[in-house]
């Protein structure tokens, strides 16, 4: 749901009134705790404390007693205005740091507080009437975060919550936070052998396994074949750049904070690439270009590197090293429709395959903070105006994210729904019309003078490791045939039958199967569990009876049926890199 169609439902109030019975709850069980923030997210809300006693798990189901009790009492919550210096001064009375920080910090002359009972927090709304219109809610999780996510303040606890309208709508989301957890990326990434984390490595550096690579290169194998149809091409480029590059850029100004600065060298600072358009202008910049040679398509899968936190990082969702699919477009301005109608072309046939129903978020820029953003109204009005004509000329409906746009460009976000209903952002494109003119980009017009070169950000997976992660959660590690790592396993029933087996295996090579021949002692059916366990989509079982007929055994997936057909049929009727199956 976009964020500010949410800001306006019963549900936000819910969820932010829960967080307020929460601190509540918490100055009761700690009555020197002190309080930072606590806002209502899409999933539920939180709260952060810095308590002055230890907060285990069971400490939650008490903090929910005592918000229970709040909430029976069906209090008025009530508003209020404060001039800055009495807020600044109410929290300073009531030592409470992290809440006199925020108000110190605020520019507005009058602060808005929100009161339950003799509660008063500093808060904009909006909230609920009264305490008992909260029904259906849950204390989750406890978890670190550090005040205004900087390592060099304070380790704060968090307090996850959730709240819903009703108790059938609160137990549906948790039986699917129950499903979620058996079907958790890095619990069934070990399990599958797809990829490992090591303390030597680092965290947030994943190594990916044999079976992990042959993960990833088949969704990258796919889109590049989808690329080539629009007429993109291969480029490569370092993991290091001197400074300037991203000067010129506006990066380096916007995120040297997030930057991997890693040497000086011959009075250059270098960093660690953390994006690859930068790099990407200067292949265009090589040489001069005709109007009739645009658009130039480049297309790179290739990490980059982000600064993120040792707390924020989970898996493969939130990495330090990030593999992305990046294109870049470089065109003219009346070529931009058909470019980016190309690009959503891929996306939906990329997704489709993968059982997706991407959708458009209209991602803009934030008008009330034009200094975060690059260019001029004029330029992003221009920016805006085509990538909402666009998404009408699809026929689409595409919500609304403002302030969610980069800052050199707005963009087309899509959001697509797991099979157990939580919505990602998948793709995106974004279009450019400020860093070429940084870098000087320019074609040759019909009239032989100088023209601007608009740019498109392309990226269809995005992150191959987040990618990943979706999937793995998506299809509970069981892939699609073209998808799974490991396509078929050939059993032989004993070792006499080892030869066969290995034919077999031999002759799926051949045909593009990624297949395994387990020819391990275990007995057969502990190895026929193995198989199950690695979610392998086909079992090959092979006897006497098989070697004599040149036949397999069939098992499939999730079926009772095990049909011994010719090995030649079994090859002719079931194609692994049929995505439409």
Request: aromatic residues 10%; glycine residues 6%; charged residues 30%.
């Amino acid at each position: 749901m976009a964020a500010e169609i949410y800001e306006k439902t019963n549900l936000y109030k819910l969820r932010h009134s829960a967080a307020h019975v929460l601190a509540m709850a918490a100055i009761e069980f700690d009555p020197k705790v002190k309080l930072a923030i606590g806002p209502p997210i899409e999933s539920g809300f939180y709260y952060d404390f810095e308590f002055t006693k230890p907060l285990g798990p069971d400490d939650l189901k008490t903090l929910e007693k005592t918000m229970r009790s709040i909430i029976n009492k069906n209090i008025v919550v009530e508003h209020k205005t404060m001039s800055h210096q009495e807020a600044v001064g109410f929290y300073k009375k009531t030592h409470q740091p992290f809440k006199q920080e925020l108000a110190e910090n605020l520019t507005d002359k009058e602060l808005g507080f929100y009161g339950i009972g003799e509660f008063w927090d500093l808060c904009k709304g909006p909230h609920v009437k009264s305490t008992g219109e909260i029904k259906a809610f849950k204390l989750l999780s406890i978890a670190g975060a550090y005040w205004r996510g900087d390592e060099h303040q304070p380790m704060l606890t968090r307090i996850y919550g959730t709240a819903f309208e009703t108790v059938k709508e609160l137990d549906a989301y948790i039986d699917m936070l129950e499903e979620a957890k058996k079907r958790d990326h890095r619990k069934l990434g070990s399990q599958l052998d797809l990829f490992t984390f090591s303390d030597l490595v680092g965290p947030g550096l994943p190594l990916w396994t044999p079976k992990g690579m042959a993960l990833r290169e088949s969704l990258d194998n796919f889109i590049w074949e989808l690329r080539q149809k629009y007429g993109y091409e291969k480029v490569e480029i370092p993991h290091i750049t001197k400074k300037a590059l991203y000067e010129t850029s506006g990066h380096w100004e916007k995120f040297k904070d997030e930057l991997m600065k890693i040497a000086t060298r011959e009075g250059h600072e270098y960093a660690l690439k953390p994006m690859n358009c930068p790099h990407h202008t200067q292949i265009f910049n090589r040489k001069k270009w005709s109007y009739r040679q645009l658009p130039q398509r480049y297309a790179n899968t290739t990490m980059v590197y982000r600064d993120e936190q040792s707390g924020e990082l989970s898996g493969l969702s939130r990495v330090l090293s990030i593999t992305q699919d990046d294109a870049h477009v470089f065109c003219r301005a009346d070529q931009v429709k058909e470019e980016i109608g190309n690009v959503w072309n891929i996306i939906e046939e990329f997704y489709g395959a993968l059982g997706f129903k991407p959708t458009p978020r209209l991602s803009t820029r934030d008008p009330q903070k034009p200094e975060q953003y690059l260019g001029s109204p004029a330029i992003w009005d221009q920016a805006e105006k085509a990538l909402a004509d666009l998404v009408k000329k699809r026929g689409a409906t595409a919500t609304t994210g403002v302030g969610d746009a980069t800052f050199y460009g707005p963009k087309i976000d899509f959001m697509a729904k797991d099979s157990l209903g939580r919505e990602h952002q998948v793709a995106t494109i974004q279009l450019d019309m400020n860093m070429p003119g940084r870098f000087g980009l320019t074609y040759t017009n019909e009239e032989g003078k100088e023209a601007p070169v608009v740019m498109i950000h392309v990226a269809i997976a995005g992150s191959l490791e987040r990618c990943i992660a979706i999937l793995i959660e998506h299809f509970a590690g069981e892939f699609p045939l073209w998808l799974a790592p490991v396509q078929a396993v050939v059993l032989p029933i004993s070792e006499k039958f080892v030869d066969y087996a290995r034919e077999v295996g031999a002759e799926l090579k051949k045909n593009s199967w990624r297949v395994e021949v387990d020819e391990s002692d275990e007995r057969l059916g502990k190895r026929i569990r193995n198989a199950e366990l690695q979610k392998i989509p086909f079992v090959l079982v092979v006897g006497e009876k098989e070697v004599a007929d040149r036949t397999v055994s069939v098992r499939m997936r999730h079926t009772a049926e095990q049909p011994t057909v010719p090995l030649n049929e079994f090859v002719k009727n079931y194609r692994p890199n049929d995505r439409s199956s």
